[in-house]
């Protein structure tokens, strides 16, 4: 696992928000973390038609068994990552918080 993902529920759609990593699935609940494994699998849903999903999601790096090589291409693919949704419209940036 290369990195970890933990995701706080900040606005919630009661029972209504879903995140699945490989077979198991969970509801996120506002005030309640979950941490997954990034490199599972996963998909998230909101089958609220008026409640946005916000949450705070903070990834965790494995630094201690990357190596320098596989550290910085993951920091270019985090780049990269950022740059396509910045592009798309899905990423808020400081500037609007």
Aim: with cysteine; charged share 30%.
């Amino acid at each position: 696992n290369m990195w970890l993902t933990c995701q706080m529920g900040i606005q919630v759609p009661q029972g209504k928000a879903w995140i699945r990593v490989g077979p198991e699935t969970r509801r996120w609940q506002e005030g309640k973390c979950m941490v997954y494994d990034t490199t599972f699998e996963h998909e998230t849903f909101n089958e609220s038609p008026d409640i946005e999903r916000v949450v705070l999601h903070i990834d965790f790096w494995n630094f201690v068994d990357l190596s320098p090589t596989e550290v910085r291409a993951m920091q270019r693919v985090y780049e990269l990552r950022e740059m396509f949704l910045r592009a798309e419209g899905l990423i808020e940036t400081g500037d609007k918080l």
